[in-house]
């Protein structure tokens, strides 16, 4: 695998080579290097000729972020690289679009939209590449080049912490130096997919959209038939789980059958020698979670969760807020979900399949949670009703509060009887509030799965045109001096899990969430709620 060596004075600059390493690209010593990456926002005085000499003997020179604007218009390196730049913007919403010889390079790029300021290039040489680009003024302008007759390259974002800390922007880097250094690709990765069609519709798709996956089996159990896709290539049908887990055509298994076989088709496809991707929840206990681990880790298979909460937009922009410290510190979430409705009795309905109401459509919930709060959950207390609907054996109503070592609590309610409608998420703070609103059933408040009536949010019965309307609104900051703040956010991503999945598969790139130790702290947590809602309410530690 190459190695890299990483030059810069930038803060934040490590979070970007703790990623490199991961994705096993370095850092190491200048001279044992395969590539140089420069991030430096001060003269590079003698250093400049140092770089220029590595980059003659083949080495790639990769200079990002501020390097470029921190050299003199006479540098031999901005001979050298073919680009001559020009004017520095102010920082804006910049869309990354693939440039003519950047194929590689923005492969499963997404809707990636970096705040920064770039430099506009006056002059392009003809031999330069043109990986990334940016439309400006009319135009389309390179950000990310490379020229291998010099064996130099110049991409000019990077300069601050937030952009040097972000998944998207480390993987581009990554992606930048293996092009300069010759490396591909592995072949797309052949998945297999098994389990409930209303859970693995979301698969389906996603994996169509990727590069790097192909849906080449399914296997629904003869429970239904999914929407016919219209491919060159449709994935062949699989009447039997077990051959589909123990086909040799297929590199990953995607397990989305109902939650209480979720540990035994995972089993069998790490057995198989199969990379396993589980729905979330992933188990119904942390022991089965332990189990799956340890044999994944024995056989050096990959084992990931399917996130079910974490990537609505809502979410992500509320996270961005909590960890930038727009509400200082966190002292209360509480979470809503759910309105006046009578389930419809699918498997998600059913406690002994589904796990019961908590772990079927509060494990969304609790997991944004736990993704707000980095510390320990030193106790759980839930309560649950069964009053209404008895034709279910799940709750109607349930209840779960959490308790973090450093004093933050925060609330779950989920609910099948309740016609007044309540806002989303609140996250009150020790400076300022975050609060999303969300339409009942929308992604952002995580409607109930197992459909029936819908409601508005205000709980007019207006139906799914008035709570759209609620999950449209953006979240908002609520300071403490009288300021309110509408946090940006972008569509939803159906696709970047599966992006992530696809880059860790056949690029190497670490897979930085949805790990058996994130889901482990999940599922504790669902664990400790059941035991405390059996015993009344009793504060129960996850194990």
């Given at each position: 695998?190459?190695r890299?060596h990483?030059v810069s004075n930038?803060?934040g600059?490590?979070a970007?080579?703790?990623h490199?390493?991961?994705?096993?690209?370095?850092?190491?010593?200048?001279?044992?290097?395969?590539?140089?990456?420069?991030?430096?926002?001060?003269?590079l005085?003698?250093?400049?000729?140092?770089?220029?000499?590595?980059?003659?003997?083949?080495?790639?020179?990769l200079?990002?972020?501020?390097?470029?604007?921190?050299l003199?218009?006479?540098?031999?390196?901005i001979?050298?690289?073919g680009?001559?730049?020009?004017r520095?913007?102010?920082?804006?919403?910049?869309?990354l679009?693939p440039?003519?010889?950047?194929?590689?390079?923005a492969?499963?790029?997404g809707?990636?939209?970096?705040?920064?300021?770039?430099?506009?290039?006056?002059?392009?040489?003809?031999d330069?590449?043109?990986?990334?680009?940016?439309?400006?003024?009319m135009?389309?302008?390179p950000?990310?080049?490379?020229?291998p007759?010099?064996?130099?390259?110049?991409?000019?974002?990077?300069?601050?912490?937030?952009?040097?800390?972000?998944?998207?922007?480390?993987?581009l880097?990554?992606?930048?130096l293996?092009?300069a250094?010759?490396?591909?690709?592995?072949a797309?990765?052949?998945?297999?997919?098994?389990g409930?069609?209303?859970v693995?519709?979301?698969?389906?798709?996603?994996?169509?959209a990727?590069?790097?996956?192909?849906?080449?089996?399914?296997?629904d159990?003869?429970?239904?038939?999914?929407p016919?896709?219209d491919?060159?290539?449709?994935?062949?049908?699989?009447?039997?789980?077990?051959?589909?887990?123990?086909?040799?055509?297929?590199?990953?298994?995607?397990?989305?059958?109902?939650?209480?076989?979720h540990?035994?088709?995972?089993?069998?496809?790490?057995?198989?020698?199969?990379?396993?991707?589980?729905?979330?929840?992933m188990?119904?206990s942390?022991?089965?979670?332990?189990?799956?681990?340890?044999?994944?880790?024995?056989?050096?298979?990959?084992l990931?969760?399917?996130p079910?909460?974490?990537?609505?937009?809502?979410?992500?922009?509320m996270?961005t807020?909590?960890?930038?410290g727009?509400?200082?510190e966190?002292m209360?979430?509480e979470?809503?979900?759910g309105?006046?409705?009578?389930?419809a009795g699918?498997?998600h309905?059913?406690?002994?399949?589904?796990?019961?109401?908590?772990f079927?459509?509060g494990?969304?919930?609790?997991?944004?949670?736990l993704?707000?709060v980095?510390?320990?959950?030193?106790?759980?207390?839930?309560?649950?009703?069964k009053?209404?609907?008895?034709?279910?054996?799940?709750a109607?109503?349930?209840?779960?509060?959490?308790?973090f070592?450093g004093g933050?609590?925060?609330?779950v309610?989920?609910?099948d009887?309740a016609?007044?409608?309540r806002?989303?998420?609140?996250?009150?703070g020790?400076t300022g509030?975050?609060?999303a609103r969300?339409?009942d059933?929308?992604?952002a408040?995580?409607?109930?799965?197992s459909?029936?009536?819908?409601?508005?949010d205000?709980?007019s019965?207006?139906?799914a045109?008035?709570?759209?309307?609620?999950?449209?609104?953006?979240?908002r900051v609520?300071?403490h001096?009288?300021?309110?703040?509408?946090?940006?956010?972008g569509?939803?991503?159906?696709?970047?899990?599966?992006?992530?999945?696809?880059?860790?598969?056949?690029?190497?790139?670490?897979?930085a969430?949805?790990?058996?130790?994130?889901a482990?702290?999940?599922?504790?947590v669902?664990?400790?709620?059941?035991?405390s809602?059996a015993?009344?309410?009793?504060?129960?530690?996850?194990?």
């Amino acid at each position: 695998m190459p190695r890299i060596h990483l030059v810069s004075n930038l803060p934040g600059v490590n979070a970007l080579g703790d990623h490199l390493r991961a994705a096993g690209l370095g850092p190491t010593s200048a001279r044992s290097a395969d590539a140089l990456l420069v991030l430096i926002d001060r003269p590079l005085d003698h250093v400049e000729q140092e770089l220029l000499d590595r980059a003659r003997q083949s080495v790639p020179v990769l200079l990002a972020g501020p390097t470029v604007r921190s050299l003199s218009p006479d540098s031999p390196l901005i001979d050298a690289s073919g680009l001559t730049p020009g004017r520095v913007t102010p920082p804006y919403d910049l869309p990354l679009i693939p440039g003519p010889d950047g194929a590689a390079v923005a492969a499963r790029l997404g809707d990636f939209r970096p705040r920064e300021s770039w430099v506009v290039p006056e002059k392009v040489a003809e031999d330069v590449e043109r990986l990334l680009m940016v439309r400006h003024e009319m135009g389309e302008h390179p950000i990310c080049t490379w020229r291998p007759s010099t064996g130099l390259g110049i991409f000019t974002l990077g300069a601050g912490e937030e952009l040097l800390a972000d998944p998207r922007y480390q993987r581009l880097v990554g992606r930048w130096l293996r092009h300069a250094l010759g490396v591909t690709d592995a072949a797309p990765v052949k998945v297999g997919l098994i389990g409930a069609p209303d859970v693995f519709g979301v698969h389906i798709d996603a994996v169509d959209a990727v590069e790097g996956l192909e849906l080449a089996a399914l296997c629904d159990g003869g429970m239904a038939r999914p929407p016919s896709r219209d491919t060159d290539r449709p994935a062949r049908r699989v009447d039997d789980p077990d051959d589909l887990v123990n086909d040799p055509e297929l590199n990953l298994v995607i397990v989305a059958t109902p939650t209480h076989t979720h540990v035994e088709w995972a089993r069998r496809a790490l057995e198989a020698g199969k990379q396993v991707v589980v729905h979330a929840p992933m188990c119904l206990s942390t022991h089965e979670v332990d189990e799956l681990t340890e044999l994944a880790d024995s056989r050096s298979l990959l084992l990931a969760v399917y996130p079910d909460g974490r990537d609505d937009p809502g979410h992500r922009a509320m996270r961005t807020a909590v960890r930038r410290g727009d509400v200082g510190e966190v002292m209360w979430i509480e979470i809503f979900s759910g309105g006046l409705r009578r389930p419809a009795g699918t498997w998600h309905d059913d406690e002994r399949i589904s796990g019961g109401l908590i772990f079927d459509r509060g494990a969304a919930q609790l997991d944004r949670v736990l993704d707000l709060v980095d510390d320990q959950v030193e106790w759980v207390s839930a309560a649950g009703h069964k009053r209404v609907w008895h034709h279910v054996t799940n709750a109607d109503h349930a209840r779960v509060l959490l308790h973090f070592a450093g004093g933050c609590e925060a609330q779950v309610t989920i609910s099948d009887v309740a016609a007044a409608g309540r806002p989303g998420t609140q996250v009150l703070g020790s400076t300022g509030s975050l609060l999303a609103r969300a339409g009942d059933g929308g992604r952002a408040g995580g409607g109930a799965r197992s459909g029936g009536g819908t409601r508005g949010d205000d709980g007019s019965g207006a139906g799914a045109g008035a709570g759209d309307q609620w999950h449209r609104r953006s979240p908002r900051v609520l300071a403490h001096d009288g300021t309110r703040t509408a946090l940006p956010t972008g569509p939803h991503d159906a696709t970047r899990f599966h992006r992530e999945l696809a880059d860790c598969l056949v690029a190497g790139w670490p897979l930085a969430e949805h790990r058996p130790e994130d889901a482990r702290r999940l599922v504790a947590v669902l664990e400790a709620a059941r035991r405390s809602a059996a015993a009344g309410g009793a504060q129960m530690a996850p194990a």
